[in-house]
């Protein structure tokens, strides 16, 4: 009863939004909406759908096709359920992931029982016991529905709402050994935004942990499955074009080159707005290694036994250093703190700048690297407690070394 009032609660609230005057704002803001996932863009590339225009001649479009042609079908059928719509797919997001936890707690308790051997007598009482297990899924529900950032998203009916539920339905695909449905759903989620090619890795391994077979014909097999969804999904969409690829440049070049430097909640605008031409290859370079491949292998090097963990840590690092990002412990006072301002000084300094004049662009890009800052100590934090607590499991919680005080310490 209780789940089913959260949903509710949620979801009326949502809704609630949506039909409000505030829409037209939350739709608009650029914390919010992009030019990949904004509704008023997705409109203007189905008006030039319906009217015979390639929609991705211009600039103003860079959804896929297979999304252009989904909506184009939504608003000619049946304009008046779209709000509700978006609620229902952002309310089945957060009761995917509720499912994926649960799957994901069974790992987690299945894992500690091969383990128990191995952990010192004095950290036994650390691990978890099953009352706390089935809280998780209860607190990743109220999470999602609750987070006021996946509310806005919603109300701004923007399609990362659509790149959400892709995603959760992947991670749940993956933790409950259904190879197929998760390969077939981050394929449609890398589609849609490249950046989510990333949890290809994570899913491998979680899909060979959860089915227990030759873990290297696991991962080809997974590997296999996605490139062909992929290069399906590419094919449909050429199909829905008529067979061409033109809108490759208007999607994943759009995603990739960054022409657009609107302001936004990202690091890529201003860096690009202040440099020299002749250097922007270069540094786009730079900046999409760092966001689609730096960390991937190091990353799994050291948590490979932990795929929901990297999974976790990768959406979180891709959603700080993508092209057009929106708004997805040791500091938790200054994290939370950090959230708390920049989310209200985010929008004080883009009035002060763009209506007012009092501002300038500095203003605004030091509120969003501070953004980007709090969502890093975030996944520092995230990580260091995986490792002290693997630590202290295996050691115990004595920190000496010959005899001496040490501290353990994340590098």
């Known amino acids: 009863m209780a789940l089913i009032l959260k949903y509710f609660v949620a979801g009326l609230v949502r809704y609630w939004l949506i039909h409000t005057d505030y829409w ?12 990949l996932n904004s509704w008023k863009r997705l409109i203007e590339g189905i008006y030039l759908y319906d009217h015979g225009i390639d929609p991705y001649e211009g600039d103003s479009f860079h959804e896929s096709p297979i999304v252009l042609v989904f909506f184009h079908f939504m608003l000619k059928k049946v ?50 016991n099953k009352s706390q297990l089935n809280e998780a899924p209860d607190y990743v529900l109220s999470v999602y529905l ?45 589609h849609q935004a490249l950046y989510p090619i990333l949890l290809v890795v994570p899913i491998s391994i979680l899909l060979a942990n959860v089915n227990k077979g030759c873990n290297k014909c696991s991962y080809n097999r997974t590997l296999l499955i996605f490139v062909l969804c992929w290069s399906f999904l590419i094919y449909i969409s050429a199909y829905i074009m008529n067979g061409s690829y033109s809108y490759f440049y208007n999607t994943y070049g759009f995603i990739l080159t960054v022409p657009d430097l609107k302001p936004n909640i990202g690091l890529f605008w201003y860096f690009f707005t202040e440099m020299f031409e002749h250097f922007r290859l270069l540094f786009v370079c730079a900046f999409q290694i760092n966001a689609l491949a730096l960390y991937v292998v190091p990353l799994t090097l050291r948590f490979h036994k932990e795929p929901v963990l990297l999974a976790t840590v990768l959406i979180a690092l891709s959603t700080i250093f993508r092209s057009y990002p929106c708004v997805v412990m040791q500091q938790k006072f200054i994290v939370g703190c950090a959230f708390i301002i920049t989310s209200v000084l985010g929008p004080t300094v883009w009035h002060l700048w763009i209506y007012s004049g009092s501002a300038n662009a500095n203003f605004f890009f030091g509120v969003t690297l501070s953004f980007a800052t709090a969502q890093i100590f975030l996944i520092t934090d995230l990580l260091f407690a995986y490792i002290k607590r693997e630590f202290t499991l295996k050691h115990g919680s004595s920190r000496q070394i010959d005899g001496k005080p040490a501290k353990l310490v994340l590098r």
Request: hydrophobic letters at 50%; one cysteine or more; charged letters at 15%.
């Open 24 to 35: 037209q704002t939350i739709s608009n803001r650029v914390e919010i909406a992009t030019p």
């Open 79 to 128: 304009p008046y359920l779209l709000p509700l719509i978006f609620t229902l797919m952002d309310i089945l997001t957060a009761h995917i992931l509720y499912k994926t936890s649960k799957a994901f707690v069974l790992i987690l308790e299945e894992s500690q029982e091969k383990i128990k051997q191995n952990i010192a007598k004095e950290s036994k009482t650390m691990l978890l």
């Open 146 to 190: 609750f987070n006021p950032y996946s509310v806005l998203n919603c109300v701004g009916m923007t399609s990362t709402v659509i790149q959400n539920l892709l995603v959760s339905v992947s991670l749940w695909g993956a933790a409950s050994g259904q190879r197929l449905l998760a390969c077939t759903f981050i394929a449609l989620a890398t």
